[in-house]
């Protein structure tokens, strides 16, 4: 199986503050990556697919990038509606495997 | 608009068996596979498998073969998960989601059912 390790496991940044999440695959991917995030209480919902392309409705201030074994997601001005925690997944082979997670708080 | 509403919370005993339900709307439910993701309490997210909505044929990931069953009541455009000789760590929100076929991501997720095992 695919091993996903999320880093920071638990961020906090001021508002406007750019920030990074990290996501780390135990071999390539090929780029098939999906974002999630999920708020309290609530079901995932889907931020990026496939890296990098937005998904209908999604700010822009998400963004992804990566490849290989590394991937990234940006929030280029955090806002206080994005406390939660992000999840990744890889969709390259079965089984699907989620990251660990990265709580983001609001300082 | 497209929905997926799952069943209500659920408490049962260990070595009792229990069927929650994934009703989707909005959208034919046979041209797009069921998935389903298993999330314990304060844990992170585990995919469970799926089952092909049109032809009805599941497949799970191997933690969760043996106990776990993926059903469809197609007419009613519902999707189904039972669980059987439960546990006390198949305690978890269990959710539905549906994976779109363009893009191969699960853009809509069910709200999720909680599932509390204790004696």
């Known amino acids: 199986d695919i091993q996903m390790t999320q880093s920071p496991s638990f961020l906090s940044a001021s508002v406007g503050e750019r920030v990074t999440l990290s996501c780390k695959a135990s071999?390539?991917?090929?780029?098939?990556l999906d974002w999630y995030q999920q708020k309290l209480g609530e079901a995932p919902k889907l931020l990026i697919y496939?890296?990098?392309n937005l998904h209908t409705g999604i700010p822009s201030r998400f963004s992804g990038s990566g490849s290989g074994t590394d991937y990234t997601l940006t929030i280029s001005s955090l806002q206080p509606e994005d406390v939660a925690t992000y999840f990744c997944?890889?969709?390259?082979?079965?089984?699907?495997?989620f990251g660990s997670g990265t709580k983001l708080e609001i300082k | 608009q497209i929905q997926l509403v799952q069943s209500g919370p659920e408490l049962k005993k260990p070595g009792e068996s229990v069927k929650i339900s994934c009703k989707a709307s909005?959208?034919?439910?046979?041209?797009?596979?069921m998935h389903w993701v298993k999330q314990a309490p304060g844990k992170g997210l585990k995919w469970m498998g799926w089952?092909?909505?049109?032809?009805?044929?599941?497949t799970y990931a191997d933690d969760f073969k043996g106990r776990f069953v993926f059903s469809l009541e197609a007419s009613a455009s519902t999707a189904n998960l039972q669980i059987s000789n439960l546990k006390n760590e198949d305690t978890a929100t269990y959710f539905c989601?549906?994976?779109?076929?363009?893009?191969?991501?699960?853009?809509?997720w069910g709200q999720g059912v909680m599932v509390t095992v204790s004696s």
């Open positions: 989601a549906r994976l779109d076929t363009t893009d191969y991501c699960f853009d809509y």
């Open positions: 909005g959208y034919t439910f046979t041209d797009y596979a």
């Open positions: 089952i092909n909505t049109y032809t009805g044929k599941p």
């Open positions: 071999q390539n991917i090929n780029k098939y």
């Open positions: 496939n890296t990098n």
């Open positions: 997944l890889q969709r390259n082979s079965w089984p699907l495997t």
